[in-house]
């Protein structure tokens, strides 16, 4: 069974542009949560979706969006970009929010030049 | 606040010998941990959990101790392999949702040939 599909794998944009990521869960979970890793602050939480509606969201300034389709595949959009933006993504999917764990995408690598 | 920490960032082991990764967590209410290996390059890959009602679990090569009175965790790998190299993060989770879990910062597990 395929596992976590994130795509691009690699991005690269400038200060002020915007970007969406893309998620395919593994087939059958529909519980899709998103966060950001950086060498300073490690893994933080952005977003978690379930059945096209977003359950919690971390605390991340509105930039920060998401969502989630009805084949459970999900985007995540950040607007007007910033150098601190710059982080690998990671999405993660479960079958519903109480399964655990979740399993990892390989992430999107964004740098902001 | 609360939080998941490791005692070492790194750490250096011989192939062939066992490894001990520890993580220490605050959150009493805490009742699911898992660990997690991070490779180069690749998102996080689940290895093992354990619950609150449990003090050892046992996978292939691994181990996972839970020690609730000092509120410890600990991975051993037996018999360490080139393979083992990566990064490994320990998470608590206190509710059955994504947005609550917290993950440690990781230990970066190096091996010696």
């Known amino acids: 069974k395929a596992g976590v599909t994130q795509t691009p794998r690699y991005l690269i944009k400038t200060r002020g542009q915007q970007v969406t990521l893309s998620c395919s869960p593994i087939?059958?979970?529909?519980?899709v949560s998103w966060y950001q890793q950086t060498p300073g602050q490690g893994l933080q939480f952005l977003f978690e979706?379930?059945?096209?509606?977003?359950?919690n969201k971390g605390n991340f300034p509105g930039r920060f969006s998401g969502r989630q389709f009805s084949n459970s595949r999900s985007e995540m959009n950040v607007s007007t970009l910033e150098l601190g933006d710059s982080a690998l993504y990671l999405c993660?999917?479960?079958?519903?929010?109480?399964?655990?764990?979740?399993?990892f995408g390989d992430g999107t690598r964004l740098s902001i030049l | 606040g609360e939080s998941v920490g490791l005692h070492l960032p790194t750490l250096s082991v011989q192939e062939g010998d066992n490894s001990i990764i520890n993580c220490a967590y605050s959150?009493?209410?805490?009742?699911?941990f898992i660990w997690y290996k991070q490779e180069s390059g690749k998102g996080p890959q689940f290895i093992i959990d354990?619950?609150?009602?449990?003090d050892k679990r046992q996978g292939q090569r691994v181990t996972v101790l839970l020690n609730k009175t000092v509120k410890h965790l600990s991975l051993q790998i037996a018999a360490t392999q080139p393979g083992d190299s990566a990064v490994y993060f320990c998470?608590?989770?206190?509710?059955?949702?994504?947005?609550?879990?917290?993950f440690g910062s990781g230990t970066r597990l190096s091996i010696r040939p």
């Open positions: 354990i619950r609150s009602n449990m």
């Open positions: 979706y379930f059945s096209e509606t977003q359950r």
């Open positions: 993660a999917s479960s079958l519903t929010p109480q399964d655990q764990p979740q399993h």
């Open positions: 998470a608590e989770s206190p509710g059955s949702s994504a947005s609550k879990i917290i």
């Open positions: 087939s059958g979970h529909r519980s």
């Open positions: 959150n009493s209410a805490s009742d699911y």
